[in-house]
């Protein structure tokens, strides 16, 4: 999938990817091959494929209903697949039960034993797997100290705050030592602080323990922040795999461009090709160049991409383009509504053909004399190489 | 405080409604009872000697309370009559009520997993006998268990067994009697706790290596415990004084402490012991119902 990214980038995104991936592994800890899930005529999985290495954090990231979901009660054990086949270690474990499988899930909504304190919710799993009283108590020990649970383990469920419960529910999805832990919205029910904190204690968690996680997520930021690589699912099929970086800066379709971050898109027809670089003849923004190392040939029709914090603004734009030795695209407009969110600052542009450009800018100084506001004539730029060229 | 404010001024004043009704329904009656309990039977109408006369201002009912008489409770104690009825009452409760959670448990079990939509059909079927009279239903009874009723009919044409088998006015068919009467009482509370478990408990349960089985005994039945007391109470109550079945459909060998009452009131015309063995009941029956209410507010409480 990276693959498909612009060779622009490729210097900065392979550095990125080969941080961000875990080490190369022949054969993948978990395959997914060509899985469906059918409920009724619906198919909320379709003929999916995956793999995941050993040391991973995996996010499935997707909006409602797209099949994530119950791709991960999947692998749980929880659904069987109608067709395809999940390799554990290289071994099915279609025909192997849920209570049987060397994976453990942490609940969106915790599923702690309501009737069970903190230390036996823990130890619950273990006491199924036959463990010995002092293992136990050892083990449960830890588990307390890693969550940092200290001090609660007598009280039931209902006399913990949120942050707590899901503490023990992580706890005890991790008390197995599974090779794979799955991880459905796990932070969706805390508030946006305490997610946060919680994002970086689990990445802290997984790289400490070296355990495979698969989180699912509709949360693109949580997605962004924790995983390694995100898988992103739409009506039953992964979109596309990548990094967070090439997902944001290489995005596969319009839609996955629409659904990661913001985007301005721009509909036209490549007009010219020359040096790894298009023109495009966009409807709405004139003529664009795009740095684009693809041949689209036979393919005219497409978008072109910009983020908005790579879309600069100013009253009379770049003196020359001397400084870039690239082309630099230019739109004018006219400033409707300026959104001031701390960190960055978002304006609204009208350019003359009447479409609508947003422009985010960092507020790298305190005391700012240049502002813009509405109703100012300006000139949005950006180089090609800040343009992605989308087909779907 | 608050209460001020979530609550209109005449939705305030309602609240006083449930405890109106208990002291004109419940206390009231009660303090008659027990008013009766104290006299002295008497050949006259009504049959007994009232203790306190309130016409006669307070000296005469203090003189009443220095003369009080607990000869009826006394005579409860000596007569192995109203013992031996009170334990049968309470072998047939708990008997009673033991085989009502061994079936109901399986078929409230059974309805929490039916697929939604079944669910309210299944909750119909449980409820639709008592869209006839429960006399009804018992005098029905009465004729399938008769000699030449339909079950021994069925027992004779199947050849299981070679001459009619007597039913009618054994313990049998009281017990069969009780169950079928009280199954629905049993089956609704411990339906309405099993419904409301969260099937991702089950799930986490059998994630984290328990065997259905397992899941079961470890989650769905510890959780199912505050359904098992309220559906066991509210059958083990109502059969401890339960009059209709044992006299329609038991022998007349040994009666239950509501036959023994009925008996008193209405044959012996002897209103106090009668009166007096009402009380004893009730205060038999306090205890359980104490413990379920305690039960009830820990489970509530969370265990704090």
């Known amino acids: 999938m990276s693959g498909q990214s612009p060779e622009i980038d490729t210097a900065k ?39 995941i290495n050993a040391g991973e954090f995996f996010a499935l990231l997707g909006p409602s209903g797209c099949g994530k979901t119950t791709l991960l009660r999947m692998l749980a054990g929880f659904e069987t697949p109608d067709e395809g086949r999940i390799l554990l270690g290289g071994r099915d474990i279609a025909p192997v039960l849920p209570h049987e499988r060397p994976v453990n899930m942490m609940f969106q909504n915790y599923a702690l034993f309501p009737h069970l304190s903190v230390r036996d919710n823990i130890a619950f799993g273990l006491k199924r797997a036959g463990m010995a009283r002092a293992a136990i108590d050892t083990r449960v020990g830890e588990m307390v100290a890693l969550v940092k649970l200290d001090g609660l383990e007598k009280r039931r469920p209902d006399q913990l705050s949120g942050g707590q419960k899901q503490r023990v529910a992580l706890a005890r999805s991790l008390a197995r030592r599974p090779k794979v832990l799955l991880l459905d919205e796990p932070l969706a029910a805390l508030d946006k602080k305490l997610r946060e904190s919680t994002q970086l204690e689990l990445m802290e968690l997984q790289r400490r323990l070296g ?12 997605a962004m922040t924790m995983a390694n690589r995100i898988g992103v699912m739409d009506a039953g099929r992964l979109e596309q795999v990548a990094t967070p970086r090439d997902l944001y800066e290489a995005p596969a379709s319009r839609w996955i461009a629409q659904f990661v971050g913001d985007v301005n898109l721009f509909d036209g027809e490549v007009a010219s090709r020359e040096h790894h670089h298009l023109t495009i003849a966009t409807r709405d923004g004139g003529s664009i160049v795009v740095a684009e190392p693809r041949d689209l040939v036979g393919n005219t029709v497409v978008s072109v991409g910009i983020r908005p914090e790579k879309v600069k603004v100013s009253r009379r734009g770049p003196a020359s383009d001397a400084g870039t030795s690239q082309a630099i695209n230019r739109l004018e407009g006219v400033v409707t509504d300026v959104s001031y969110l701390g960190g960055s600052t978002v304006y609204k542009l009208k350019l003359d053909s009447g479409a609508v450009v947003r422009s ?8 700012d004399i240049d502002t813009l506001s509405a109703g100012q004539r300006v000139v949005a730029w950006f180089t090609p190489d800040d343009c992605v060229v989308l087909e779907k | 405080m608050s209460t001020h404010r979530i609550f209109a001024r005449p939705a305030r004043y309602a609240a006083i409604a449930p405890y109106l009704w208990m002291v ?13 309990s104290l006299s002295q039977t008497a050949i006259a109408q009504p049959p007994y000697v009232p203790v306190f006369d309130f016409s006669e201002g307070w000296s005469a009912i203090n003189a009443a309370f220095a003369q009080l008489s607990f000869d009826n409770f006394r005579l409860l104690i000596s007569d192995s009559l109203y013992i031996s009825s009170y334990l049968r009452s309470v072998v047939v409760a708990v008997t009673s009520t033991l085989i009502l959670l061994l079936i109901g448990y399986p078929i409230a079990y059974g309805m929490a997993r039916l697929p939604q939509r079944w669910q309210p059909i299944a909750m119909m079927l449980v409820i639709v006998p008592f869209w006839t009279s429960f006399l009804i239903r018992i005098y029905a009874w009465i004729n399938i268990l008769q000699h030449d009723g339909l079950l021994n009919k069925i027992l004779l044409a199947l050849h299981l067994v070679s001459s009619p088998v007597v039913w009618l006015s054994t313990d049998t068919a009281m017990y069969l009697g009780i169950v079928y009467s009280y199954l629905p009482f049993m089956i609704l509370p411990l339906y309405a706790t099993l419904s409301k478990m969260d099937p991702s408990l089950l799930e986490a349960a059998s994630d984290l ?7 079961f005994w470890l989650l769905t039945f510890p959780l199912s415990l505050p359904g098992v007391g309220a559906g066991a109470l509210l059958c083990f109550i109502p059969i401890i004084g339960e009059f209709v079945i044992p006299d329609l459909l038991a022998g007349s060998g040994s009666m239950m402490i509501g036959q023994t009452l ?39 409480e969370g265990g704090r």
């Not at chain 2, 209405?266 to 413990?291: C, G, I, Q």
């Open chain 2, 24 to 36: 004109l329904f419940f206390l009231v009656p009660f303090g008659f009872v027990l008013k009766i």
């Open chain 1, 211 to 222: 355990m495979t996680f698969i989180v699912v997520t509709h949360d693109q930021e949580e």
């Open chain 1, 360 to 367: 985010s800018i960092a507020n790298t100084a305190r005391l």
């Open chain 2, 209 to 215: 290596g328990s065997s259905p089985r397992q899941a």
């Open chain 2, 262 to 300: 009925w008996l008193e009131f209405f044959t012996n015309k002897d209103w106090p012991v009668a009166a007096a063995a009402a009380v004893a009941l009730l205060v038999l029956l306090v205890p359980p119902l104490l413990l379920y209410d305690r039960l009830q507010r820990r489970t509530l």
């Open chain 1, 13 to 51: 995104i392979n550095t990125a990817v080969a941080q961000a991936t875990a080490p190369a592994n022949d054969t993948p800890l978990l395959r997914v091959e060509s899985v469906s899930k059918k409920f009724g005529d619906f198919r909320a999985v379709d003929r999916l494929s995956l793999d």
